[in-house]
């Protein structure tokens, strides 16, 4: 809020009061920032203020009743803000089996320490529905404030086997067992938590956990047999595998505001399990809005087709909706409020055994946070060469590339992680006809479309002189 704004509250400040508080500073100019703002905004001196008046008198601040203006959101940070910083520790152990086959387990850890986020210190309570500083400032609206309140911890054990000239072979095996954990993973476009008198309820496993990562990279030289046309010799064939278990991905309702905070940072009830919400790839996630023929449907992409569930799993999956949220109890006035106003509904698994709920008036979500995974990623590589001699001093190579050579499909994660679209992209249950969708290959998610980084197949060709 710029210092000098108006304020409009009570009988004291009916008719407008000039805003408390100044900013001053000595010597520094900030250029015209545009050809309509040819002087641009001069700090002067310590006795004239930053924001000129044509500015700050048409910013006005109020209690929102009568004829006032509403409340003007701030942003605050911690007069007394640290440095985050993170602790590291290994213990690793190597085995040489040979002088050519080795073993190494390492494991790994970290704590991120004084991590930054973001709290609103004047969230409405859900029960109440009254703000803490509406007494002491009612033309004040959320007041997002910047702190080191997170942290982080990364536990894993880290292995390798390796392998040099054996037998013409060589290879690297490498597996990850992990778990990363922290409160909020992205600083960049960070959401609110949940609750922020309680953020802590937000700790949960990092946007990047990748719970199981093996890659195995194999060159292999074959063997050779000499001969005047070369056809024998020369040939090497290359992979690199990689598999690993699905990232994270959160679920935050940005349109509704059933709990009442006015943040918009709420997540849902849970019945079941959270592995049957496991992102379904191409396809959105069951939403029924009743139990009669066409009442759950879910959204193909690219097609943009919307498929209805058999009549029978529709009744069934609209039965056991009902069942959590009978006529009557807050969550089905939730539910109902979402399905008339088109801004979500039940959501149902596929395997039609677990159910997502909104969460009911003026109460928070049951559900914890990235508590849903992706589909993980699976890519086979393999290229074969094959080197001439062209004489004593030059030889060449010729290549045959391809990238996941089995065109296994990999879809994007809904919320972002790092193989995924920005922040919360496909992960609001509000928005209807898109959530839990991957909806994209984790390349064109990512607007980086590299060779071998999850698109589909691919095949390149290549010539090599040497000399």
Same mark, same amino acid.
């Not at 002087?39 to 910013?59: E, F, L, N, R």
């Not at 030289?221 to 070369?230: F, G, N, V």
């Given at each position: 809020m710029?210092?000098?704004?108006t304020?409009?509250?009570?009988?004291?400040?009916?008719s407008?009061c000039p805003? *408390?508080?100044?900013? =001053?500073?000595?010597?520094v100019? $900030?250029?015209? %920032?545009?050809? !309509? /703002?040819?002087?641009g905004?001069t700090?002067?001196?310590q006795?004239?203020?930053?924001?000129p008046?044509?500015?700050?008198?048409?910013?006005?601040?109020?209690?929102?009743?009568?004829?006032?203006p509403g409340?003007c959101d701030?942003?605050?940070?911690?007069?007394n803000?640290?440095t985050?910083y993170?602790?590291?520790?290994?213990?690793g *152990?190597?085995?040489a =089996?040979s002088?050519k086959?080795? $073993?190494d387990? %390492?494991?790994? !850890? /970290?704590?991120g320490?004084?991590?930054?986020?973001?709290i609103?210190?004047?969230?409405?309570?859900?029960?109440?529905?009254?703000?803490p500083f509406?007494?002491?400032?009612?033309?004040?609206g959320?007041?997002?404030y910047?702190?080191?309140?997170?942290?982080?911890?990364?536990?894993?054990?880290?292995t390798?086997l390796?392998?040099?000239n054996?037998?013409?072979?060589?290879?690297?095996?490498g597996y990850?067992?992990?778990?990363?954990?922290?409160?909020?993973?992205?600083?960049w476009?960070?959401?609110?938590?949940?609750?922020?008198?309680?953020?802590?309820?937000?700790?949960?496993?990092?946007d990047e956990?990748?719970?199981?990562?093996?890659?195995f990279?194999?060159?292999?030289a074959?063997?050779?047999r000499k001969t005047?046309?070369q056809?024998?010799?020369?040939?090497?064939?290359?992979?690199?595998?990689?598999?690993?278990?699905?990232?994270?991905?959160?679920?935050?309702?940005?349109?509704n505001?059933?709990?009442?905070?006015?943040?918009l940072?709420?997540?849902?009830?849970l019945?079941?399990?959270?592995?049957?919400?496991?992102?379904?790839?191409?396809?959105?996630?069951?939403?029924?809005?009743n139990g009669?023929?066409g009442?759950?449907?879910y959204?193909?992409?690219?097609s943009?087709?919307?498929?209805?569930?058999?009549?029978?799993?529709?009744?069934a999956?609209?039965g056991?909706?009902l069942?959590?949220?009978?006529?009557?109890s807050?969550?089905n006035?939730?539910?109902?409020?979402?399905?008339?106003?088109g801004?979500g509904g039940?959501?149902?698994?596929?395997?039609?055994?677990?159910?997502?709920?909104?969460?009911?008036?003026?109460?928070?979500?049951?559900?914890?946070?990235n508590?849903f995974?992706?589909?993980?990623?699976h890519?086979?590589?393999?290229?074969v060469?094959?080197?001439?001699r062209?004489g004593?001093r030059m030889?060449?190579?010729?290549?045959?590339?391809?990238?996941?050579?089995?065109?296994?499909?990999?879809?994007?994660?809904?919320?972002?992680?790092?193989s995924?679209?920005?922040?919360?992209?496909?992960?609001?249950p509000?928005?209807?006809?898109?959530f839990?969708?991957?909806?994209?290959?984790?390349?064109?998610?990512?607007?980086?479309?590299?060779?071998?980084?999850?698109?589909?197949?691919?095949?390149q060709?290549g010539l090599?002189?040497?000399?």
């Amino acid at each position: 809020m710029p210092t000098g704004a108006t304020l409009f509250y009570g009988a004291q400040c009916a008719s407008g009061c000039p805003g *408390i508080g100044s900013i =001053f500073a000595t010597g520094v100019t $900030l250029l015209p %920032t545009s050809p !309509g /703002n040819p002087v641009g905004i001069t700090w002067k001196d310590q006795t004239t203020a930053i924001y000129p008046s044509t500015v700050t008198s048409q910013v006005q601040c109020g209690d929102g009743l009568l004829n006032h203006p509403g409340p003007c959101d701030s942003f605050a940070m911690n007069r007394n803000f640290r440095t985050p910083y993170v602790e590291n520790w290994t213990l690793g *152990i190597q085995h040489a =089996f040979s002088g050519k086959v080795s $073993l190494d387990a %390492t494991y790994v !850890g /970290n704590h991120g320490v004084k991590l930054p986020g973001v709290i609103d210190l004047n969230q409405t309570d859900p029960v109440t529905g009254v703000q803490p500083f509406a007494a002491t400032f009612p033309y004040l609206g959320f007041i997002n404030y910047l702190s080191n309140i997170y942290g982080s911890a990364y536990h894993g054990l880290q292995t390798t086997l390796t392998a040099r000239n054996y037998h013409g072979l060589d290879f690297v095996a490498g597996y990850t067992y992990s778990h990363a954990l922290d409160d909020l993973s992205s600083n960049w476009v960070a959401f609110l938590p949940m609750d922020s008198t309680r953020p802590f309820l937000d700790h949960g496993s990092s946007d990047e956990d990748i719970r199981h990562r093996f890659t195995f990279s194999i060159t292999y030289a074959l063997p050779e047999r000499k001969t005047r046309s070369q056809l024998l010799e020369g040939w090497q064939v290359n992979t690199i595998i990689t598999m690993q278990s699905g990232q994270p991905w959160n679920v935050n309702d940005q349109s509704n505001n059933f709990s009442g905070t006015n943040d918009l940072a709420d997540r849902w009830d849970l019945f079941g399990n959270p592995a049957d919400f496991k992102s379904s790839g191409q396809n959105s996630l069951p939403l029924c809005i009743n139990g009669a023929p066409g009442g759950c449907t879910y959204v193909n992409s690219p097609s943009g087709n919307t498929i209805a569930l058999s009549d029978q799993q529709t009744a069934a999956d609209w039965g056991a909706c009902l069942s959590h949220a009978p006529a009557g109890s807050a969550m089905n006035a939730s539910l109902m409020a979402a399905i008339s106003g088109g801004s979500g509904g039940c959501y149902a698994s596929f395997n039609g055994k677990s159910f997502l709920l909104p969460n009911a008036m003026g109460a928070f979500g049951t559900m914890g946070r990235n508590i849903f995974r992706d589909t993980g990623f699976h890519n086979v590589d393999l290229s074969v060469s094959k080197n001439f001699r062209l004489g004593e001093r030059m030889k060449a190579q010729f290549r045959l590339e391809t990238f996941n050579i089995f065109n296994h499909p990999n879809y994007a994660n809904p919320n972002g992680a790092t193989s995924g679209y920005g922040q919360g992209a496909f992960a609001d249950p509000s928005a209807v006809g898109s959530f839990g969708c991957g909806c994209a290959t984790p390349d064109n998610a990512a607007f980086n479309p590299v060779l071998g980084s999850g698109s589909n197949r691919a095949i390149q060709l290549g010539l090599k002189f040497i000399f």
